[in-house]
């Protein structure tokens, strides 16, 4: 049995995956969200270490993934630790207070700060037109917020 098609699936879903994950990161400043990201990039890689060792007909994956479930597990219970003694300390979950936890002697980090835009002058992206658009009812609508 051919198992190519089936281990290029488990492989694209797992950088799928840890793509999000990455993003997630690198995007986000809430440290729950943060945490979250770095999780799923774990479940990417761990799906994408399966894959490999049913490909290869071995159970080497599969036990590296109960090592990085452990791993992750060890890792959640710190994370908690410390995004409670955030919680406690600063009362909000942004990253940026993390800042304040510095050790002595050492220079604060000064991040530019992001000017403020209108979010009505987002230029935000446009489908174009195909077929004939369709009548609504504005009634069934009106429970919706416009975007």
Known sequence: MNEVPLLQNYLVTSSLLFGIGLLGFMVRRNMIVMFLSVEMMLQG??????????????????????????????EAAIALALILVLVQRSQTLDVA???????????????????????????????????????????????????
């Open 45 to 74: 890689i761990s799906l994408s270490f399966a894959a490999w060792g049913r490909f290869h007909g071995n159970w080497d994956g599969q036990i590296m993934v109960l090592f990085i479930i452990a791993v992750a597990g060890c």
């Open 97 to 147: 207070h993390w800042q304040q936890l510095h050790e002595d002697g050492q220079s604060r980090f000064n991040e530019p700060s992001v000017p403020a835009t209108d979010p009505s002058r987002i230029p935000w992206p446009q489908l174009t037109p195909a077929g004939i658009e369709p009548e609504t009812d504005p009634e069934a609508e009106s429970h919706r917020k416009r975007i």
